[in-house]
């Protein structure tokens, strides 16, 4: 299994780091709907600068935010700070989670999971099977086969692996890429409620953008 590898959070500055505060479109929904199921134990799986934690917290989940970078971590404990919320914030390897067994409701891990090689990706489907309760949910993104990052001529881990290797706080990380069928066969020990593909545009001034399956899944 390829060795796990933190983002570099220190050189995200400006509008970058504008773009990872402001929680992302489908949150607001995923709050509505597990406040509707009366969801409560909330996890933030690689939760970066910490824009989920905060938002779940303030809308009254019991709020767990988890991260591989230290920076991360202090930051998300700053920014809860300011907010006047509660969470627990722990460092770790999502390859070998410190979370008891049942112990969540719900998950969201965007744009994380990706960051390990297929046997690495097995390890934490199962991981998220452990740790969620029944019917417990996850809402998690997958790179896309079809993205221009699974495109680049960058080092190959296994048939589904590249490491990254450009200027940026995901130099030298691994990243895994999906299509619907391996989606499919990664998740059948789970309900799937929804897949879809979203393309999202970062900035103007990018000639590409990043493409995504977002995966609902239920224990
Ligand atoms: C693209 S950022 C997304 C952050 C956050 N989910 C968000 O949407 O704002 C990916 C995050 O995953 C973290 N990460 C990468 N590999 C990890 C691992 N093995 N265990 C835990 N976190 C990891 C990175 O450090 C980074 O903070």
Redesign the pocket.
């Known amino acids: 299994m390829v060795g796990?590898?933190?983002?570099n959070?220190d050189i995200v500055k400006g509008d970058h780091e504008r773009y990872?505060q402001e929680p992302?479109t489908e949150s607001y929904y995923l709050i509505n709907r597990w406040l509707t199921q009366d969801k409560k134990d909330f996890l933030?799986?690689?939760?970066?600068?910490g824009?989920?934690t905060i938002q779940f917290a303030k809308a009254g989940f019991n709020t767990s935010g988890?991260?591989?970078?230290e920076t991360?971590i202090e930051r998300t404990k700053e920014y809860a700070k300011q907010a006047g919320v509660e969470v627990d914030l722990r460092v770790?390897?999502?390859?070998d989670l410190p979370y008891d067994s049942d112990g969540f409701d719900c998950i969201y891990?965007?744009?994380?999971i990706s960051?390990?090689d297929t046997a690495g990706m097995r390890k934490i489907v199962a991981e998220l099977k452990r740790i969620l309760r029944k019917d417990g949910e996850c809402y998690l993104t997958l790179g896309s086969k079809q993205s221009w990052g699974f495109q680049q001529d960058w080092p190959a881990v296994d048939e589904n692996t590249k490491i990254r290797v450009e200027d940026g706080p995901e130099n030298g990380?691994p990243h895994f890429y999906a299509d619907y069928d391996l989606i499919v066969d990664l998740f059948k020990d789970f309900e799937i409620v929804k897949v879809f593909q979203v393309e999202e545009y970062i900035t103007k001034e990018r000639v590409t953008s990043s493409l995504h399956y977002h995966v609902l899944i239920r224990k």
């Open positions: 796990s590898k933190a983002w959070w990872w992302a933030d799986l690689g939760c970066g600068l824009r989920h988890f991260d591989l970078s991360s770790g390897d999502m390859l891990c965007r744009n994380v960051h390990t990380i």
